[in-house]
């Protein structure tokens, strides 16, 4: 699959533009105008300084930020995780170490939040919830990393459906963490340590799992995020492989990704103003590697050059199937065309 | 009393490892010591919190950027196989590399990583990695090191602090052995050191160093070089160096330094006599008997006489007393309990003059009794007090249950008690000052005329109070 371009450049800062760690984002495309990408960034453990959503165009107009733990108390994150868009445009965001859904306007003005608990809850266990998807009715699905189950939810919090728990068998969960649906309402959930996907309906009835732990194509190593394009096709972050791979309707890789970045517009800002460093990268080769053995594995490859994925966390299909990678350690994204144009 | 097996097995972990805690030392109570020793160096397992769970709760130490000594941290205090820790942290004080310079930690994580890979393997190699290590190369400007304007940092310190030591070679051997370096580089070294000397992020982030052999700086020609002559290179010059009694006597003393007793700071080993001439003697001859293998040398060392009557003898750096009293206390031990504190609580080392992966210089720290300031002795006393006199903790509650259980009927004395307190925090020996001090912790009459005799009711706050203060006694600050 071809690039198409590549968003966003580092900051360490709290507050303005740049990315710090970007742990997903969500996509808006009904606005009539350009299509607006919010993403959240999740930096310093320690601090958590600079977590925070900001949202900006396609063509990288940046717009605006929110949720930053400087703010006010009820729209500051903690360890926010995932982001889905309602119907209605209103941004939903999962916080693992709150146990809610934050809810936002697209300008990013907080409107209410979904506390989440469950039955199968002991006294002190948390519910953590990790992925989050919203079907065409707006009923919420939310996947909880601790207690590994999905829960399908009323727009309101109600819940309607809740299944899972610990384990490896059909519909049993290993800290599940991304999530996404099709246009026939399958969801479909990044089934984290157990390294595989499983596929379900909208009534939480099991439909069939692919991928196993390895290296290999088809293989996973912790795959934090799934994505389902308008032709059924499933793109999977292979975060631990540090590849993304592409699957067709009946499971078939049919092509992985290890990235090809290239300059974003804010990085060829920041590089015309910092001449000898865009100096000393022209003479460098950022790209060819001959790494001793200890380091020949994806995660030195990724960290050592630029161009490749370096913890790509996060996929997202836009309405005209563009594939999207959020790299959390790269404070990027890049973008993919559409898999038929392959 | 405890059995002498017991002390030495608490004396072995002490220096092997980061303590040892009351259910481990009742796992090991049926080993031998000698095949204690066989399974530190010889683990079978290496598990420790893993990296996957580590990197999804805190997704910054995943590049790196931040928290390695957090990351660090948390495989200390986690492992399964605690001589692997402790030699990389062994190494980390003699190779001293520092992020105060690199701005490039994942880098300096690497250097940690390769220590843990070849710190207790062949000298030889260890050296040789060390000499293509690229946080050590940028740290010691070897990247500009070329065959037409030699740079003598390298080729003066891996004689000086990272194998033989002042006095045994010449200034002239410094050049020769820095012409031999010529052209051990990393890649982009141009852009590498630029964006490390800008502590540049942008445009995406840190780009971790890969070494690079570039040839056409690399000075090919004759050399002379500790008394031989060739056309040498970084290979021909480790093997030679490796090969030196100077060498094997300085490893030899360092290694006495960080697992037998304190000696003095490195710059004063030139005019001072090593403590026990006798044992250093004895590793030397370890060193070439097993072909410069440093299992095998640290095998003979922790067998020796000399290290199993060498309790007591050293102040605990500020990374072994943190790392030591978390895995007492049970905190950020397995996948459950990975926690943000963490940052914070590891800075603690910090302030009591320990940052790792950033040594002052490139002596790396002085050890034994710099560690003490009164500053840094009232934070070691805190942290140790705050962390053991904590009962939510679980290592605590744990112990703390354990004593009661022991001493579940009323028949037992102060003196009982101390005793088990202080074997549960690893102190053997208990001075009568310590004793003392604990008994000015009861208001009880039959306690102030009786003394240890005195028979008390063993409450959980009683036991509470006397391991915390069991933790801020000086015993606690040796090992």
């Known amino acids: ?111 209410r939040s979904i506390k989440l608990d469950s039955d199968s809850q002991e006294d002190g266990e948390r519910f953590g919830p990790a992925g989050i998807a919203i079907d065409s009715d707006d009923f919420i699905y939310v996947s909880s990393r601790y207690l590994n189950l999905i829960q399908k939810l009323t727009p309101e919090g109600r819940i309607v459906l809740q299944w899972g728990c610990n384990g490896n068998g059909p519909g049993e969960f290993n800290m599940p963490w991304g999530m996404d649906i099709d246009s026939q309402r399958c969801l479909y959930v990044a089934d984290w340590r157990n390294d595989r996907v499983q596929k379900f309906d909208a009534d939480g009835s099991f439909l069939r799992s692919f991928g196993e732990s390895g290296k290999k194509s088809g293989q996973f190593h912790r795959p934090s995020s799934v994505a389902v394009d308008s032709n059924l096709n499933v793109a999977v972050a292979d975060w631990g492989n540090e590849r993304v791979q592409i699957f067709n309707n009946e499971g078939l890789v049919l092509n992985v990704l290890e990235g090809d970045a290239t300059l974003s517009q804010w990085s060829h800002e920041w590089l015309d103003v910092n001449l000898d460093e865009r100096e000393a990268r022209n003479r460098a080769n950022l790209k060819t590697l001959d790494l001793p053995r200890h380091l ?35 404070h990027r994204i890049q973008v993919f065309e559409p898999v038929e144009l392959t | 009393m405890v059995s002498i097996n017991t002390e030495l097995i608490i004396h072995l972990m002490n220096r092997a490892g980061f303590g040892i805690t009351p259910d481990e030392l009742d796992s090991y109570s049926e080993i031998s010591y000698e095949k204690l020793v066989e399974s530190l160096l010889d683990p079978t397992e290496s598990s420790h919190i893993p990296d996957d769970i580590l990197f999804r709760d805190h997704v ?76 050590m190369l940028i740290w010691l400007d070897n990247q500009d090191n070329v065959n037409e304007s030699i740079n003598e940092n390298y080729g003066r310190e891996i004689l000086e602090l990272f194998s033989m030591g002042v006095g045994n070679y010449s200034e002239d051997d410094i050049k020769e052995c820095a012409r031999a370096f010529t052209g051990w580089s990393v890649g982009n070294s141009e852009y590498m050191s630029l964006m490390a000397q800008k502590d540049s992020i942008w445009p995406y982030g840190r780009i971790v160093w890969h070494y690079d052999f570039k040839s056409e700086i690399h000075d090919g020609d004759n050399k002379e070089f500790l008394g031989q002559e060739g056309p040498f290179n970084g290979n021909d010059v480790v093997r030679i160096i490796c090969n030196q009694e100077a060498t094997a006597r300085f490893i030899a003393r360092h290694l006495y330094n960080f697992f037998v007793a304190d000696e003095v700071p490195v710059p004063q080993w030139k005019d001072t006599p090593p403590r026990d001439p006798a044992a250093i003697n004895t590793l030397v001859e370890a060193y070439f008997e097993y072909d410069h293998d440093i299992k095998s040398v640290l095998r003979v060392l922790l067998t020796s006489d000399f290290f199993k009557e060498s309790q007591y003898q050293k102040i605990k750096s500020p990374v072994e007393l943190v790392i030591g009293t978390l895995r007492l206390s049970g905190e950020y031990n397995d996948d459950s309990k990975v926690d943000s504190s963490i940052f914070g609580v590891i800075a603690e080392s910090d302030y009591m003059g320990q940052a790792l992966c950033n040594p002052p210089s490139v002596e790396g720290w002085h050890t034994g009794e710099e560690w003490i300031s009164s500053g ?13 006199g904590n009962p939510d903790n679980d290592g605590v509650k744990h112990i703390v249950d354990r004593i009661r259980t022991d001493l579940k009927d009323d028949a037992h004395t102060v003196g009982e008690l101390i005793e088990s307190c202080g074997n549960s925090v690893g102190i053997t020996r208990i001075s009568e000052d310590t004793a003392e001090g604990v008994l000015d912790l009861f208001s009880q009459e039959e306690v102030q005329a009786k003394g240890q005799d005195a028979k008390i009711q063993i409450e959980d706050e009683t036991i509470l109070r006397v391991l915390e203060f069991m933790v801020s006694s000086r015993e606690y600050q040796l090992c």
């Open chain 1, 1 to 111: 699959m071809k690039t198409v371009k590549t968003m966003g450049i580092n900051s360490n800062q709290p507050v303005g533009r740049g990315f710090n760690f970007p742990y997903d984002i969500a996509i808006r495309d009904d606005l009539g105008k350009s299509r607006t990408i919010y993403l959240l960034n999740r930096p310093n453990s320690a601090t958590r300084m600079g977590t925070r959503i900001q949202y900006f165009t396609f063509e990288e107009d940046w717009i605006g930020e929110f949720g930053n733990p400087l703010e006010d108390d009820e729209a500051k994150f903690t360890k926010p995780v995932t982001l889905a868009f309602d119907s209605n445009g209103q941004l939903h965001v999962t916080d693992e170490a709150t146990d809610e859904i934050k809810i936002f306007d697209s300008e990013g003005k907080f409107q």
């Open chain 1, 296 to 330: 020949s594995n994806a995660y030195h490859e990724a960290s050592q050059t630029e161009h490749k994925f370096w913890g790509p966390v996060s996929v997202k299909f836009d309405s005209d199937d563009q594939l999207y990678v959020t790299e959390h350690s790269r």
């Open chain 2, 60 to 135: 910054d130490l995943h590049a790196s950027r931040s928290g390695v000594p957090a990351y660090w941290a948390y495989r200390m205090i986690s492992t399964k196989s605690p001589l692997e820790e402790k030699m990389s942290l062994f190494w980390h004080g003699i190779f001293a590399t520092g992020n105060s310079k690199l701005n490039n930690l994942r880098t300096i994580l690497n250097q940690i990583e390769m220590f843990r890979r070849s710190g207790t393997g062949k000298f030889d190699d260890l050296l040789l990695d060390l000499s293509q290590d690229p946080a």
């Open chain 2, 376 to 388: 840094a002795l009232v934070d070691r006393v805190n942290f140790a007090s705050q962390h053991i």
